[in-house]
């Protein structure tokens, strides 16, 4: 069962690594996401403080992307499995 944004701010994927800056109420996207920050942050800060908080992310910078509904996630899943398919060729 998935899980839904309980308030909008930015949520960690560490595995990806990928930042999301998710709306409240939009489901999460598939895989664990930590929420991390509110949403009134600065996108570079909230870059920082996630490489800050997490050292094995600070090799590379951290990509945010916006998710503001579920069409959204589900956009992004796709893209997602894409690469992820790409990769494996």
Not at 24 to 44: C, S
Not at 76 to 86: D, V
């Amino acid at each position: 069962m998935p899980g839904y944004s309980e308030e909008t701010g930015y949520y960690l994927n560490g595995k990806l690594p990928q930042i999301a800056l998710i709306a409240k109420g939009v489901r999460l996207p598939a895989g664990r996401w930590l929420r991390f920050i509110g949403a009134t942050t600065d996108p570079k800060l909230v870059q920082e403080l996630a490489a800050d908080l997490f050292p094995a992310l600070r090799a590379t910078l951290i990509p945010i992307v916006t998710l503001l509904t579920d069409l959204d996630v589900e956009q992004f899943e796709r893209e997602q499995s894409e690469l992820a398919s790409m990769m494996r060729r």
